[in-house]
């Protein structure tokens, strides 16, 4: 932001120093401005920031320029939405889908070369796991995406092995140590063979040939991490300009240590290296390679494609994007996965959601996935059903976890003032019996038992259902409870579906609860986060099309369960979909939302999407419901948390121009859309009007060469060039915030010492895009509300419960709903026109915007806010000048810039036709920093009419520490105010913040959020 000028101190008219004006008005947003400020040229800051100085009162003069026209309703993303009880969604066994993104390493006829960290998901998926993938090869030329070829991978064809740096990075074991013990992780696969050698790597990062493999046979015992593993490792100093790369090729650095040998190690069970050093003074250290394979057969880390190239242009060229999609029916982690992540989580990573083993390793117990028949009776079935083979005697179970006690907030807890009904569809190869239970607090050996109940299976499918009511509420800090799905073999078991969900609403549709929820909020628009971040294991589009229930990563969640619930509650399509879908799913996509279908004239075959929709009940096209459909690719595809659905930079292949992730990303956005305008029904039902695209940009980056920025221009017909907006937290590089005062009135600070100034520098570049004749987009926020900081992200070390609660309690309070709506308002002012709450969704911690409905279901203060504007304040929103304000200024705070003379109240305003709504939010605390201050602000407003018929005052106030987290003990009150509280003035009239007005005596009360709203307005 601008810095304070080096002004003269003479009082003005309105009795602020010119210096103090220009500080201020470095604070507001320059729409708001009008013709009282004029900026200077920054000048250099004063030796030490003044202290923070308070005093005066707020007056503002609300005028009748329209600074952002038809302000809608705030928007806000989801995440999993609709009945279920249990956390995942239940389990409909559908396939999981092998998609994945590389970018090709070098030229090739028919075989692509890929980083081998990339292609084995850093040492994760074994050879052949990529056999049989469909794979596209997509390729920019002339500032376009072609898709150049489609093929698969050869049988064989996946080859993905050789040597693994087991210390990492530019970790060495000494040049002078002669033996080591470690070398496996504690979760690797038992019984199985590594190879391992050392390499020479010299003071410039050459490294040397390696020295004869030797082999490890790990025993079946457990292994345990060596004591002081890591101890008398060095670290590979590297010189800027002077090393070579990391692996050069072989010979080329020193020569590697004789005698290599190993044993296992008696304490710990890890191999016991030992060899002679190597004499040459230029090594700096040896590296410990590991491998699964026998070195002998290496082969490197490629794709070697089914097909012949046909011409020039399907040959693989350096830099080509690679995308890989392929459908797991069976998955082993013997096969698929190597030997390092054997007993660690990741192996589950491509099991069937609701089967937590693999099916090759009992003889006595395997699964499969099976199709079902196209007659099946299974309503909703999706591709495939469980298939259980149990060969022997024994009991065999689904018995997940599902429930915890209300002292916690990660596991939901059964109400015992509601139903709730336990379904699945199942059939057996003979009669069988199927018992199911509640296991932990509920456990029908226990106090507070639920009833079992047993379901006599035949071979035909049916559908099972029971009702359980729970006896009690579990209260306390007990374990986390399940349920037990179980039979008795030996007998083969069908299997799909398998939920819990309240009594009161069918699966995956709203509750009575969420239904308030939702139609409260009033959101313009409800973004779809659960359709995203699905990594590697994803879903396909057929399975995007299918009921709720029947897809992989998402659980549950499928678009016309979605599109559904957004037509109940009256919210636009935000469509985040992942962007690894072939061309044909693209025009799956359009014709399932667009396409009309006749069942007189139509069929399957002509239009089998349409017609998938129509079987699912719904007899019109889903893109009839709404008059704007959003959507956005992927989330967040700067951030590499979300790999592999991000970009990167690639070259121009006809000019061999290098290109940014950030242009690459606007160019792939058009290709996208090119897919979509294939369709004919793209044009035809008006989706070329109706669909808006979205554009996820990168808030720290406000300069022209931002992410963003760059990757707008480089899609004209994208509409939305969308950031975050979070009030701290781990977006914004600044920890978790506590109860102090000092938080609290940083969170309070946020959009005037942080926001306004990234608002201006995105609409500053905008205005000069479309100066240039460009700029057909508008900037809006994808993420935004109260920021929390998260145990491992931006390094941020693991949090104790009670910082975790102290940072809910927090961010959570008046103080942030107040700051939270300024900050929704400030973006609205600079001509944000999409601004979203992350996220609509229960619960305690983090993002949520809602209490569990154990607690009563309220919202959280945050989202107090944004529904009440959503309710009462939308329109056109009004340009308002700050005449005079108490002030602040504030140190820099880690990545937050220093504020000065930073106003402690802020008004907004938008007008409907005759009706004005006035906001006024105060961004000061009591007794802080001023201990004898009561945080009051004196307050008056000029108002651009002279009369109004109606005045309703909706009012949050209180201490602004307070919080609703275990009830809602703050809430907005309606207060019916006499038309008299205006006072005349010339050209309009003037509310004076008092007793009379709804607000104190004393004027705006701390951290306080008023709406005034002025009806029949003359």
Not at 274 to 302: E, K
Not at 638 to 658: Q, S
Request: charged share 20%; with cysteine; proline share 7%.
């Amino acid at each position: 932001p601008p810095r304070r000028a080096a002004c003269g101190s003479a009082p003005t008219a309105l009795g602020m120093t010119m210096a103090t004006k220009l500080a201020l008005a470095a604070t507001i947003p320059l729409t708001l401005a009008g013709s009282l400020w004029v900026v200077l040229p920054a000048a250099d800051p004063p030796a030490a920031d003044p202290p923070p100085v308070i005093a005066g009162e707020a007056r503002f003069r609300v005028g009748t320029q329209v600074v952002n026209p038809g302000v809608e309703a705030f928007t806000a993303t989801t995440d999993r939405i609709g009945n279920s009880f249990l956390r995942n969604g239940g389990y409909g066994f559908e396939p999981p889908q092998l998609r994945n993104k590389f970018t090709a390493a070098a030229d090739g006829e028919n075989s692509i070369a890929i980083d081998r960290t990339r292609l084995t998901g850093y040492d994760s998926y074994r050879e052949g796991i990529y056999d049989g993938a469909e794979v596209l090869i997509l390729r920019i030329v002339d500032k376009k995406f072609r898709l150049v070829r489609r093929d698969r991978v050869a049988a064989g064809g996946h080859k993905s092995s050789g040597w693994v740096n087991k210390l990492g990075g530019d970790k060495l074991l000494a040049p002078t140590a002669a033996a080591y013990t470690g070398g496996l992780e504690t979760w690797s696969r038992p019984e199985a063979p590594y190879w391992f050698t050392l390499v020479s790597v010299d003071k410039q990062g050459r490294q040397g040939a390696p020295a004869a493999a030797i082999r490890f046979d790990r025993s079946a015992n457990p292994v345990k991490t060596a004591k002081g593993e890591d101890e008398g490792l060095v670290n590979l100093q590297r010189q800027r300009g002077k090393n070579t790369a990391p692996v050069a090729p072989e010979g080329s650095g020193p020569a590697a240590p004789t005698g290599l040998a190993v044993a296992t190690d008696d304490a710990t069970g890890q191999p016991r290296f030992t060899w002679t050093p190597a004499s040459d003074p230029v090594v700096a250290g040896y590296r410990l390679l590991r491998s699964d394979t026998d070195p002998a057969s290496h082969a490197g880390y490629r794709l070697d494609l089914a097909g012949t190239a046909s011409s020039a242009d399907e040959h693989i060229r350096a830099g080509d994007m690679v995308i890989v999609r392929k459908e797991l029916l069976a998955t082993s982690r013997r096969t698929h996965l190597t030997n390092r992540i054997y007993d660690a989580k990741a192996h589950r990573e491509f099991l069937p959601e609701g089967i937590d083993f693999h099916a090759d390793e009992d003889p006595a117990l395997s699964w499969t996935l099976e199709p079902h028949a196209a007659d099946t009776p299974v309503v909703g079935g999706g591709q495939t059903a469980a298939r259980f083979d149990i060969r022997d005697g024994r009991e065999f179970a689904i018995a997940p976890y599902a429930y915890g006690p209300s002292s916690q907030h990660w596991w939901p807890t059964f109400l015992p003032d509601r139903d709730y009904t336990v379904e699945f569809w199942a059939k057996a190869d003979k009669p069988l019996t199927v018992t199911f239970n509640l296991t932990g607090f509920y456990d029908p050996k226990g106090k507070n038992v639920v009833a079992p109940a047993t379901f006599a299976l035949t071979t035909a499918w049916q559908r099972f259902t029971h009702t359980i009511r729970v006896p009690v509420r579990y209260d306390g800090n007990g374990s986390i409870g399940g349920y037990k799905l179980a039979v008795t073999g030996p007998a083969t078991l069908w299997l799909d579906n398998l939920r819990i969900v309240e009594a009161s609403a069918p699966y995956a549709a709203l509750t009575p609860d969420d239904l308030r929820m939702f139609s409260e909020a009033r959101v313009s628009a409800i973004r779809t986060h659960a359709f995203i971040k699905t990594g590697t294991s994803s879903y396909s589009m057929t399975q995007l099309l299918a009921p709720a229930g029947a897809i992989n990563a998402t659980s549950g969640n499928t678009l016309p369960q979605t599109l559904a619930i957004m037509e109940q509650v009256k919210a636009r399509p935000w469509l985040q979909v992942e962007m690894h879908m072939a061309p044909e799913e693209w025009l799956a996509f359009v014709e399932y939302l667009a396409a009309p279908y006749n069942p007189a004239v139509d069929t399957p075959t002509t239009k089998p999407w349409a017609a998938r929709r129509h079987a699912q009940g719904r007899t019109q096209p889903w893109s009839d419901a709404f008059d704007r459909i959003y959507l956005e690719i992927s989330n967040e595809t700067w951030n590499g948390l979300f790999r592999p659905w991000t970009f990167d930079n690639m070259k121009d292949a006809a000019t061999g121009a290098e290109l940014d992730r950030g242009t690459v990303y606007g160019l792939f956005q058009e290709w996208f859309i090119d897919q979509l305008a294939a369709s004919p029904w793209w044009k035809q039902a008006g989706l070329d009007r109706k669909v808006e695209f979205v554009i996820g940009g990168w808030a720290t980056q406000t300069k022209p060469d931002g992410y963003g920025q760059r990757a707008i221009a480089a899609s004209p017909r994208s509409r939305h060039m969308t950031i975050a907006a979070y009030n701290g937290g781990w977006d914004e590089g600044e920890g978790p915030m506590t109860q102090s005062d000092a938080s609290l009135q940083r969170i309070l600070l946020f959009a005037a010492q942080v926001g306004s100034a990234r608002s201006r520098d995105f609409a500053a570049y905008l205005a000069a895009e479309k100066t240039a004749g460009r700029g057909s987009y508008v900037n809006g926020v994808y993420e935004a509300g109260p920021g929390y900081a998260l145990s491992g992200l931006n390094n941020q070390a693991q949090m104790s419960p009670e910082e975790v609660e102290g940072q809910a309690k927090a961010m959570k309070s008046l103080a942030s709903g107040t700051a939270t709506l300024d900050s929704f308002l400030e973006k609205a002012s600079q001509g944000f026109v999409l601004n979203n709450f992350f996220t609509l969704a229960r619960g305690r911690t983090h993002w949520v915007s809602h209490t569990d409905v154990k607690l009563g279901g309220h919202p959280h203060l945050p989202f107090a806010t944004i529904q009440l504007f959503n309710r009462e304040g939308t329109g056109d929103l009004l340009g308002v000048e700050v005449l005079d304000a108490p002030r602040i200024s504030m140190p820099a705070f880690k990545r937050r810039p220093a504020g000065k003379d930073m106003p402690l109240a802020m008004t907004y305003a938008t007008r409907s036709g005759d009706r004005v709504n006035l906001f006024v939010l105060s961004r000061r605390l009591d007794k802080h920093p001023d201990p004898a201050s009561d945080g009051f602000t004196p307050t008056t407003i000029e108002l651009p009419f002279a009369s109004a018929g109606k005045v309703t005052l909706h009012r949050l106030t209180g201490d602004p520490r307070t919080h609703n987290l275990d009830a809602e003990t703050v809430r907005i009150e309606r207060i019916e105010l006499p038309a008299s509280i205006l006072a005349a003035r010339a050209g309009g009239s003037a509310l004076r913040l008092d007793a009379a007005s709804g607000a104190d005596a004393r004027g705006l009360p701390p951290a306080a959020t008023l709406l005034y709203v002025f009806e029949g307005t003359k």
